[in-house]
Structures are given as structure tokens and as C-alpha cells.
């Protein structure tokens, strides 16, 4: 099984900085079949980016993901107050064992 | 629209059971592979199952196995999950999630959840 762990916890900022959430694979996820997810409370996840990179239908450009791998990073260029949220990354290349991340939470500082 | 609507979730004793359905529409359901994702309450997701589009391959979490069943009805358009044998550890919501349309297991679409709470 592929352990996900992502940092920081919980990330601080104020809007209109930039955030960089980080997610680290225990064994190399083949392809970069990497997404994230973006949740707030009492709703269910929604989709930001899969591929590692793409972004998914109507997501703004401020939201990119990157890396490959082990290592990947999901980066909101500046936050706007919606982005104040949790964040899940999910792994699907050892599908279809499927596992996530345990989740970053952007709070406003 | 695609839609998932979640029920049956509600509160069971240790060592009940449950059956969750899941009810689909918009798109066409028996195309799609389907899966069941759980969250314990102020915790991260679980992938708890997966079904693929003729229910030809099953798949389960370690955490479930041998204890919960997916199924799915494609002329009701309808995914089902029997859960036996509760536990206090699996009290969460139980979305239903759909894969994005390019066949990998990322999902696009999610319901909006069922509470199960498994508790004396």
C-alpha cells in the first residue's frame, strides 16, 4: 500500500499569499497518478488537479500542482478567501488499491 | 447534471448491519466504474470499495474485507453497500464517488454523503 503524508498540518496565512502544500509518497507513484482535493466543512471533496498537474473542469488558475514520483506539491499562487479549506491528495496509480493523504488545512492567519 | 444521492445511513449498535444506496444520474451509469469513500468524523478519506461498470471486478479496503459488500443495479442505475458486522471504528460518512470520465480512479463526482454511526 502507498502511504501518503502531507505537510504541513495546518498552514497559517493571510489572503493573497501564496500557499505550498506538500504531499510525499512511500514508494514512487507510477505515472504521476496524483490528484488533490479541495474540502470544506460539511461538503463533500472536490477535485483540483489530477495527473499531478492538470486542472480539473473550471478550477482557477491560481491552483497548480506539480512534482513526480515521490514528492508532490499542490500551490494557490494568491488566496482568495474561499481557498480557506482542507486540502487531500490521492494516489491512483496503484489502482485500484486507492489511498489518500491525511489532509492539510489552510487556515486564515 | 450528475447526481449521487446517498441513504441509509443512520445509527446501528456494534455488530449491526447497514445497507447503503447510492442513486445516480445524468450520465450513464452503467458505464462507470463506482466507489465508496468514508470519513470519520474531523478525519481524512478512506477508500472503503470499488465496483467496475458490469460488476465484474470487486474490490475492498483491508479494513472492510470480508465484512462489507458493494453491489450496483445498472437498470436502477443504483450502488449499494451492505455493511455487516459494525464496528465503532467505522462510524463516518460514506460518500459515493464517481471516476472522472477518463477511466482512472480520481473522482470527479461525489454525493453529498450518508452519516452511519455505529455506537450502544
Known amino acids: 500500500e502507498i502511504v501518503l503524508t502531507q505537510s504541513p498540518g495546518t498552514l497559517s496565512l493571510s489572503p493573497g499569499e501564496r500557499a505550498t502544500l506538500s504531499c510525499r509518497a512511500s514508494?514512487?507513484?507510477?505515472?504521476?497518478?496524483l490528484a488533490w482535493y479541495q474540502q470544506k466543512p460539511g461538503q463533500a471533496p472536490r477535485l483540483l488537479i489530477y495527473?499531478?498537474?492538470s486542472r480539473a473542469t473550471g478550477i482557477p488558475d491560481r491552483f497548480s500542482g506539480s512534482g513526480s514520483g515521490t514528492d508532490f506539491t499542490l500551490t494557490i499562487s494568491r488566496l482568495e478567501p474561499e481557498d480557506f479549506a482542507v486540502y487531500y491528495c490521492?494516489?491512483?496509480?496503484?489502482?485500484?488499491?486507492?489511498?489518500f493523504g491525511g489532509g492539510t488545512k489552510v487556515e486564515i492567519k | 447534471e450528475v447526481q449521487l444521492v446517498e441513504s441509509g445511513g443512520g445509527l446501528v449498535k456494534p455488530g449491526g448491519s447497514l445497507r447503503l444506496s447510492c442513486a445516480a444520474s445524468g450520465f450513464t451509469f452503467s458505464s462507470y466504474s463506482m466507489n465508496w469513500v468514508r470519513q470519520a468524523p474531523g478525519k481524512g478519506l478512506e477508500w472503503v470499495s470499488s465496483?467496475?461498470?458490469?460488476?465484474?471486478?470487486?474490490y475492498y479496503a483491508d479494513s472492510v474485507k470480508g465484512r462489507f459488500t458493494i453491489s450496483r443495479d445498472n437498470a436502477k442505475n443504483s450502488l449499494y453497500l451492505q455493511m455487516n458486522s459494525l464496528r465503532a471504528e467505522d462510524t463516518a460518512v460514506y460518500y459515493c464517488?464517481?471516476?472522472?470520465?477518463?477511466?482512472?480512479?480520481?473522482?470527479?463526482?461525489w454525493g453529498q454523503g450518508t452519516l452511519v454511526t455505529v455506537s450502544s
Open positions: 465496483i467496475s461498470s458490469s460488476s465484474s471486478y470487486i
Open positions: 495527473g499531478a498537474s
Open positions: 490521492q494516489q491512483y496509480g496503484s489502482s485500484p488499491l486507492l489511498t
Open positions: 464517488a464517481r471516476p472522472h470520465n477518463s477511466g482512472y480512479d480520481f473522482f470527479d463526482y
Open positions: 514508494q514512487s507513484v507510477s505515472s504521476s497518478y
